[in-house]
């Protein structure tokens, strides 16, 4: 079953050990703590790269606010921010907006990979030692493999 049959158009929860991924300040963050609470997403398939390649949208905002890459450097930041659409059918969209989400073992477990990078993104290990929102970057060193399995799951309310 893919991750489109199980979520469809609802809006979903992300979150990387644990801290749910929220925007602060045009970056993204896994947060740990009640405040700030963490996002609520979209995940829109992006029918001219491949079966599980997503576009990420906040679930209110829409392609006002998704997850990108800026650059492709390894420990680089995901942005939060505005996703071009190309006007065609289907629509285009820039290849550091296209995430490649796949199973991971089980239901809610996934690996989110950058399509422009061909790298996935994830937390770093060093930064577990505090409460501070964790920066969801892509490859994060050292790897650790744990870091970098994302759940997925409805949002409630």
């Known amino acids: 079953m893919s991750i489109l049959d199980v979520f469809g158009d609802a809006a979903v ?13 045009g970056k993204a963050f896994a ?3 009640p405040e700030p609470s963490a996002g609520s997403w979209k995940l829109v398939p992006d029918e001219r790269t491949g079966k599980n390649h997503f576009v990420i949208v906040d679930a ?4 006002m606010k998704g ?9 680089t930041q995901v942005e939060v921010g505005l996703i071009p659409v190309g006007r065609s059918l289907p629509p285009f969209y820039p290849a550091a907006a296209v995430w490649v989400i796949e199973e991971a073992g089980d239901e809610e477990s996934y690996t989110m990979r950058s399509l422009a990078a061909d790298k996935p993104i994830g937390r770093r290990a060093a930064e577990d030692r505090t409460l501070n929102p964790k920066p969801i970057v892509l490859n994060p060193q050292p790897a650790t493999p744990e870091k970098l399995l994302a759940r997925i799951v409805r949002a409630e309310g």
Request: aromatic share 6%; net charge negative; proline share 0%.
């Open 13 to 25: 929860r992300i979150s990387f050990e644990g801290g749910g991924v929220t925007d602060i300040d």
């Open 31 to 33: 947060v740990v703590t």
């Open 60 to 63: 209110n905002e829409g392609f």
């Open 67 to 75: 997850l990108k890459l800026a650059e492709s450097e390894d420990d």
